[in-house]
């Protein structure tokens, strides 16, 4: 398998690379192979703060200061001449210009207009923002808003940058898949277990694997007609990008879910669909990324449901009924039903 580089190893791992620490690449460093910093890419036309997080990892490391300038504090940088940024992220102006046209702005002064553009309407959006990282000091109260707002956020962020017509081209593969595989290590395991649940209650024959060794034998006897989806929040995960590697050698077509849309895991998958979660101190990998992901399985779920309607309430009514007697009945007034 080749090496992965400039990104983190494993979900656990990822905001570290998102934040700043332990920075991927040398000032002027590889980009993922493959992929020029200019050239389209599978994310979505959303938040130019989304945008910037999402490629964040790939950049040069002069380019990541900037980037960290911009994501510090938006509103004064839409507000600041490109001297001024440079400065701040103690670069060059070129080196402004070329994080602008890295994250598909064109230039400085359409950057600007972008963030101020966001800034509205963040503003017009959340009167009160308690957005921010979680503080060793904070008080419960504010513990609570600060991770509702993070975990809203990832959710709606998702859904603004999710490319519709990708999301659709997936959900016609799974709908036409024999047998549908999915890959995930760590938190993104509970999110693989989670799609996979929901497809085999729609009558789809759907697998969920998180061990490396039987992710790989898995990958090794699918074919043509049947789909292999890897869910990592870094798009770096080792385990994850290898089995997903090995299913698209044997002719599975490849899905990728995942935070970054220039990590690894892009350049093996068919289709790639991305989330839009930005962690906190206490975290990482496991709050906001998770919420993220399963607002995609949602959408895939529904979306491969409507396709088999008449299938799909059969089954959802069959699997209901098998659990029925295992649930307590109760009256309106909270007490138990007698049986």
Request: contains cysteine.
């Amino acid at each position: 398998m080749r090496a992965v580089r400039n990104f983190p190893t494993d979900d656990q791992g990822a905001s570290e690379a998102v934040g700043g620490r332990g920075g991927p690449a040398a000032d002027g460093g590889a980009r993922v192979q493959g992929q020029d910093a200019g050239a389209p890419t599978h994310e979505g036309d959303g938040s130019p703060l989304v945008r910037i997080r999402s490629l964040l990892p790939g950049l040069a490391k002069a380019e990541q200061r900037v980037a960290k300038v911009v994501l510090d504090d938006p509103t004064t940088v839409s507000r600041r001449s490109i001297t001024e940024v440079a400065l701040a992220a103690n670069t060059s102006e070129t080196t402004v210009t070329r994080f602008c046209k890295a994250i598909g702005v064109g230039g400085y002064p359409q950057l600007r207009i972008a963030l101020a553009a966001d800034t509205a309407r963040s503003a017009a959006r959340t009167p009160q923002v308690h957005g921010g990282d979680i503080a060793y000091d904070d008080d419960l109260a504010s513990i609570v808003g600060k991770i509702g707002f993070t975990d809203a956020r990832a959710v709606e962020e998702t859904a603004e940058q999710l490319d519709v017509t990708e999301l659709q081209r997936v959900i016609d593969v799974l709908a036409a898949a024999g047998r549908v595989d999915v890959y995930g290590v760590g938190a993104s395991a509970f999110v693989a277990a989670d799609l996979q649940q929901k497809l085999h209650r729609i009558g789809r024959v759907s697998f969920a694997w998180s061990d490396t060794h039987i992710m790989l034998t898995s990958a090794a006897v699918l074919g043509e007609q049947d789909v292999a989806i890897g869910v990592s929040h870094s798009g770096a995960t080792t385990d994850t990008v290898e089995a997903l590697r090995a299913a698209k050698e044997h002719g599975a077509t490849t899905v990728a879910v995942t935070n970054f849309p220039r990590s690894p895991i892009a350049e093996v998958a068919d289709h790639v669909l991305t989330t839009a979660a930005r962690e906190t101190t206490f975290r990482s990998g496991a709050t906001a990324s998770r919420i993220a992901q399963l607002m995609v399985v949602d959408c895939l779920f529904i979306g491969v449901a409507q396709q088999h309607m008449d299938e799909a309430v059969q089954a959802l009514d069959a699997t209901r009924d098998a659990v029925g007697n295992h649930r307590m009945g109760t009256r309106p007034d909270g007490r138990r039903r007698t049986r």
